[in-house]
């Protein structure tokens, strides 16, 4: 009995095209949760999935990959469509992917909640961050479509609330895979050559894919960067987009975000009013204290007899001299006196005055004044001074006498 013998290649490519021919292999849907995810730098990912009952290999190609909206990672519940078959080379099977969601959300959902932690993170959305919008705008730049109802509505309310300000159209996509492009390029555009103010940015409202091009990435950072502070105006007042986050204001709408960019020329002129209001009651205020004034100089003697009033102060000035001239003779009288006495009390402690009493001042002969017997010995040299004169003498006997 002659048996057919194949090779192990022989058998894979079989075992492969039965798969490839299978209708239920050649286009399943899957539920499971991702395991080992991998990507590689060609594109390609690299993955497991599994329950409780088994895991199967899985590769989601690179053309594939990049339809994906979110990032998929370990541990997420999600839903695959693709096919199974063999690859030959290695003999075994697994799920070639062509698309993923995840399962029980959407998968813009997951995107932008992957988008927002990641960005706020890094910081994008920190407050402290945010610049201050101006209040008076000269020139206002707006990133939006050239032919939506948003920037019909934006022109119509800053033309009537504040007409002083120059508008600047940056016309873009706002819907659309080249859309996030063009929004962050002319919000650089605009820094770059310093066209305006304060930047207005955002559409009309939508579904959550129609705004997503201000959910990207790109524009966030362009936000981000913009030297320029800007103010993002997306959709209706559900709608909100990680551009609302980053901006430096969010409003609630196109229409509101015209609102807030400038103000109100009713409220400027009633601001005025109110002002000018003040400015003439002090000023009336004013110039009643300086009539008061002027009618209190007017009837001031000095101003009223400037002669008279002289006359008077002269007199008074030469009485205050006379004053003056008799207190100083006074006072001078009054020092000499004191003079006088302070030098007889001078002159009567004298000690030229007690010598000339007949009483004699004894000292040693190196001129120490001797107050007591017990200072000197027999044969000491002393100086006798008298009133008119003064003598040497030798001590023959000391002896001193009880009081």
């Not at 102060?313 to 009485?319: E, G, K, Q, V």
Request: hydrophobic letters at 40%; glycine letters at 6%; charged letters at 25%.
């Amino acid at each position: 009995m002659n048996q057919t013998i194949y090779s192990v290649g022989q058998i894979n490519q079989y075992i492969k095209a039965m798969m490839d021919q299978d209708p239920i292999l050649g286009e399943l849907c899957m539920r499971g949760e991702l395991s080992n995810y991998k990507m590689y730098p060609s594109g390609h990912h690299y993955f497991s999935m599994k329950d409780a009952d088994g895991a199967i290999r899985c590769v989601m190609f690179r053309g594939n990959a990049m339809h994906l909206r979110f990032r998929p990672e370990n541990g997420m519940q999600v839903l695959v469509t693709g096919r199974i078959t063999v690859f030959p080379r290695d003999g075994q099977y697994q799920f070639y992917v062509n698309s993923m969601t995840p399962d029980g959300v959407g998968d813009l959902y997951v995107a932008f909640e992957q988008m927002k932690r990641k960005l706020d993170a890094e910081g994008l959305f920190d407050p402290a961050h945010k610049k201050q919008i101006p209040a008076f705008p000269h020139r206002i730049a707006i990133v939006t479509s050239s032919a939506g109802a948003a920037i019909r509505d934006m022109l119509r309310i800053l033309g009537k609330r504040y007409p002083l300000s120059k508008i600047l159209l940056l016309p873009v996509r706002v819907q659309g895979e080249e859309a996030p492009a063009e929004i962050a390029g002319a919000i650089r555009y605009a820094n770059h050559h310093h066209l305006a103010d304060v930047i207005i940015t955002g559409r009309g409202g939508g579904s959550m894919e129609d705004l997503w091009a201000f959910n990207d990435e790109r524009v966030a950072r362009a936000i981000y960067d913009s030297e320029i502070p800007v103010i993002s105006a997306v959709g209706h007042e559900p709608d909100v987009t990680i551009s609302d986050y980053v901006a430096d204001l969010r409003a609630a709408t196109p229409s509101n975000a015209a609102e807030l960019a400038v103000p109100d020329q009713a409220d400027l002129r009633i601001q005025l009013a109110s002002v000018q209001t003040r400015l003439a009651t002090a000023m009336q205020r004013k110039i009643t204290g300086a009539k008061q004034q002027l009618q209190f100089y007017a009837q001031n003697r000095a101003l009223q007899s400037p002669r008279n009033y002289l006359d008077d102060r002269r007199m008074a000035l030469d009485y205050v001299h006379k004053q003056l001239i008799a207190l100083s003779r006074s006072l001078l009288e009054q020092k000499k006196r004191n003079y006088v006495r302070l030098g007889a009390m001078l002159d009567s402690m004298s000690p030229l005055k007690v010598l000339g009493r007949g009483y004699a001042m004894v000292s040693t002969d190196p001129g120490i004044v001797l107050k007591s017997v017990q200072e000197v010995a027999p044969g000491e040299k002393i100086m006798v001074r008298l009133t008119d004169g003064s003598l040497r003498a030798t001590v023959e006997t000391v002896w001193e006498e009880t009081p």
